[in-house]
């Protein structure tokens, strides 16, 4: 038996021959490690780029979205669970290599190429391979992840990248091993090695009702964001729907996500957001130093932009992101 | 609509049946046909050099030293 330990994030899963990593979709064949998923997405849709979400990356513009199946993460409350909770026999695949996400991007008039839905750690090859053809073909390639994975092959991918949005959901690494079987410090270091490395960063979190919806929880996270990343780092508070394993929880009120908008506000966040919810002062930008509206939305359409040249329009202020 | 058992026995015999001998080795010949089409495709895609379905992933190493 000819064992094989992934190295790709940090459960280092230990596989023996004919088995799969936890992640489902990679496997030990004769000794070596196989990805099961390479060019074989189960999911490809063109979005608003606002639905990633990104909110300061080339706004109104489209991104060619990708995953596959699978995940290395098992959080209880998974909004996209039934693909990123099943193994690639279990979606609908498509045969569309690299090169073919590529042209269909371009094709689709797409600015950028998004690997989401599920988590791109886990089909790290193929959208490694992808990022590099993307790149060369002037596309923006954006991630957006759990962050748990090992800092060399995030290492490895920073240099074909250029904006991510990372989900932390919760800070405590109880939290994490109760909703999701990981640990936090793995996401913390994945957020601060994109930040080191000058990738734009926004970050997630999913508000679940009893979960991490006290107003100690979102101080948390509001601090350390601005102490270690950034205060000009956009968070997005992000509505729960009951789906998965918490079906007996009800949809985050629009007063919760209120609620921490302005806890993280209160602790010196300039950009800060709450998604899916289709409207209200949550889904616009403001310019951090006189208040005036720089980009209004509507759900994931833009209804109005201020900004010139990435500036606020009234005092010039430079707003953080990739504007062109 | 319903079909009355009596009508059934009065048709004349085989136009009610499935397939006959002759429609039956058709179909085989078809069928076995398609497999080697697929076959020989196989082949043409290896000997145009295409990879198996599988990717090799980066970021792993043998375990044969840990235990368990
Ligand atoms: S990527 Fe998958 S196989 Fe590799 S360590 Fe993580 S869960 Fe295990
Ligand atoms: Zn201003």
């Known amino acids: ?324 | 609509m319903e079909t009355k058992l009596d009508e059934l026995q009065t048709r004349p015999a085989g136009e009610n049946a499935g397939l006959d001998r002759r429609d039956f080795l058709k179909l085989c010949a078809v069928a076995t046909s398609g497999l080697f089409l697929n076959k020989v495709s196989g082949w043409l895609n290896l000997l145009a050099g295409q990879k198996p379905p599988l990717k090799e992933a980066r970021f792993y190493r043998r375990a044969d030293h840990l235990a368990g």
């Not at chain 1, 390479?38 to 999911?43: I, S, W």
């Not at chain 1, 000009?232 to 509505?239: A, G, K, L, M, N």
Request: glycine letters at 8%; one cysteine or more.
């Open chain 1, 1 to 324: 038996m000819q064992h094989v330990e992934c190295l790709l994030c940090p459960r280092h899963c230990r596989i023996p021959e004919g088995g799969r990593g936890d992640c489902r979709v990679r496997a030990n064949v004769d000794g070596k490690l196989f990805s099961l998923v390479y060019g074989k997405p189960c999911a490809v849709h063109v979005d608003p780029i606002e639905k990633k979400p990104f909110f300061h990356v080339l706004p109104t513009s489209t991104s060619f979205s990708i995953a596959t199946a699978g995940c290395n993460l098992h959080c209880k409350g998974c909004q996209n669970w039934t693909i990123s909770q099943r193994p690639p026999e279990e979606t609908d695949n498509l045969d569309l290599p690299p090169e073919a996400v590529v042209r269909e991007a371009l094709r689709a008039g797409c600015r950028s190429i998004a690997y989401t839905y599920s988590d791109p750690v886990i089909f790290y090859e193929y959208t490694f391979d992808t990022s590099v053809l993307a790149r060369q073909a002037g596309l923006l390639n954006l991630l957006h992840t759990a962050g748990y994975i090992e800092k060399a092959p995030l290492a490895d991918l920073c240099p074909e990248l250029h904006a991510a949005n990372v989900d932390i959901k919760g800070m405590t690494d109880d939290f994490y091993h109760r909703m999701s079987r990981g640990t936090l410090q793995p996401v913390l270091d994945c957020v601060l090695a994109l930040k080191k490395a000058g990738i734009w960063v926004e970050i997630t979190n999913l508000v679940v009702p009893t979960w991490n919806d006290r107003d100690e929880d979102i101080r948390a996270l509001a601090r350390w964001v601005r102490t270690y990343a950034g205060k000009d780092v956009p968070v997005h508070f992000s509505r729960f729907w009951p789906m998965h394993e918490l079906t007996n929880l009800p949809p985050t009120p629009e007063d919760t996500l209120a609620r921490a908008r302005k806890i993280a506000m209160a602790e010196g966040l300039q950009y800060v957001y709450i998604g899916n919810i289709q409207s209200g002062n949550g889904n616009n930008t403001y310019c951090p130093d006189d208040g005036q509206l720089l980009i209004a939305r509507d759900g994931y359409e833009v209804t109005e932009n201020h900004l010139v040249d990435g500036k606020c329009e009234r005092c010039g202020t430079a707003i953080p992101g990739i504007w062109k």
